[in-house]
């Protein structure tokens, strides 16, 4: 009796510490021009270069091995708060992310993304024949959204899905030199694809969601063995030597 519940107890713990065992998982994050990275809920990375140079960024957190990870991004094109208008007020920039990771979740119109700044709501404000300054008239809007918008449980099924785009289209922007950060260029995307709104020029600011399927896959962005693998094999090899033990 006493060998059964012992039994019973170790098979409990061997299976929760296998529900919540951990996964690495590692990646790229390129946006133009700026983003903020969350893992179910957790603020991950934060682009370290708000305009220029336009460099990737590699990212490597642990992810949930079972189950569900829920990946977030705030991605920001540089542009004024009040014109939405780059370069001294003097023309529109466009937008782009893409992103990719070692568990084979990579950016896509399967992603959901929701505007929080748009504009200018006019462009005729650019027309120096009707005034004398951009800055006098263009303006922006500002979107609600929820404070926990990135947290695991938000509810996005109102979300529009993402829009895809070329890296054409987007561009590359200003290549970083020598010591300013990683140059997207040299990087293997494989299917990612560029993602925003609707409007390359005029969504500025835009929140973007993925959940994904938590299967521990070690993919491009990561030639190693993935340690939630290892986890599971040191948990089988626990339970069986204490059944062992306890059987002796």
């Not at 934060?46 to 992810?63: K, M, Y």
């Not at 200003?174 to 969504?203: H, M, Q, S, V, Y």
Request: glycine share 8%; aromatic share 14%; hydrophobic share 40%.
């Amino acid at each position: 009796m006493m060998m059964t519940y012992q039994l019973a107890s170790l098979l409990l713990v061997v299976f929760f510490l296998w529900s919540t065992s951990a996964a690495s998982i590692s990646g790229y994050i390129y946006a133009d021009n700026y983003f903020e990275f969350y893992v179910n809920g957790q603020l991950t990375a934060t682009d370290p270069v708000l305009f220029i140079p336009h460099q990737a960024v590699q990212v490597s957190f642990e992810g949930r091995d079972n189950g569900t990870n829920v990946y977030a991004i705030l991605a920001k094109d540089f542009s004024d708060n009040v014109t939405g208008l780059e370069y001294d007020n003097t023309q529109m920039g466009d937008g782009g992310l893409i992103a990719t990771f070692s568990d084979g979740t990579v950016t896509s119109s399967a992603w959901k993304c929701k505007t929080i700044m748009y504009g200018p709501v006019n462009t005729s404000c650019l027309d120096t024949t009707l005034h004398t300054s951009p800055f006098d008239t263009c303006r922006v809007t500002y979107y609600n959204y929820s404070a926990n918008w990135y947290d695991r449980d938000f509810d996005d099924i109102a979300w529009p899905a993402a829009v895809e785009y070329t890296a054409d289209v987007v561009g590359w922007g200003r290549t970083p030199g020598a010591n300013e950060g990683i140059n997207p260029r040299t990087i293997t995307w494989g299917a990612a694809k560029f993602i925003w709104r609707e409007n390359l020029l005029r969504d500025n600011t835009i929140l973007c969601r993925y959940t994904a399927s938590a299967n521990a896959t070690v993919g491009p962005t990561d030639g190693g063995t993935s340690t939630s693998c290892v986890n599971k094999l040191s948990l089988l090899l626990i339970l069986l030597l204490s059944f062992i033990r306890l059987a002796v």
